[in-house]
C-alpha cells in the first residue's frame, strides 16, 4: 500500500516561491508517474504538472509553464514542484498523486498554498 504526503505549502506573497515535496512510502514509486493537482475554493480539481516514472517527460498545464518546476529522486522516493513568480490565482490545496496503471489513483491528502498580492 503506498502513501502520498506532501509538504512545504504556505502563505506567500505574489511573486514569491515554493517548493512542495510529495513523498511515497509503503512502496517505492520510481515505476509511477507522479502529478500535481490543485483545487481552489469553489472550483474543479485541476491538473497542474506532472513527471514520468523515469523522470525523462514532464508535463504541465499551460499557467504555470515557465513558472514551475516538476523534478524526482527515485532514490529519495520524493517528487518535488517548485513553484516560482507565483500568483494570487495559484492559491489552492495542491494534491500529489500516483498513476503506477495509467489512472491517479492513489492520493495525498493535500498542502494548502496561499499567495497573497
Known amino acids: 500500500q503506498v502513501q502520498l504526503v506532501e509538504s512545504g505549502g504556505g502563505s506567500v506573497q505574489a511573486g514569491g516561491s515554493l517548493r512542495l515535496s510529495c513523498a511515497a512510502s509503503?512502496?517505492?514509486?520510481?515505476?509511477?508517474?507522479i502529478g500535481w493537482f490543485r483545487q481552489a475554493p469553489g472550483k474543479e480539481r485541476e491538473f497542474v504538472a506532472a513527471?514520468?516514472?523515469?523522470?525523462?517527460?514532464?508535463y504541465y498545464t499551460e499557467s504555470v509553464k515557465g513558472r514551475f518546476t516538476i523534478s524526482r529522486d527515485n532514490a529519495k522516493n520524493t517528487v518535488y514542484l517548485q513553484m516560482n513568480s507565483l500568483k494570487p490565482e495559484d492559491t489552492a490545496v495542491y494534491y500529489c498523486?500516483?498513476?503506477?496503471?495509467?489512472?491517479?489513483?492513489?492520493w495525498g491528502q493535500g498542502t494548502q498554498v496561499t499567495v497573497s498580492s
Open positions: 498523486a500516483a498513476a503506477f496503471t495509467g489512472t491517479y489513483n492513489i
Open positions: 513527471v514520468s516514472w523515469r523522470g525523462s517527460n514532464t
Open positions: 509503503g512502496r517505492a514509486t520510481s515505476s509511477s508517474s
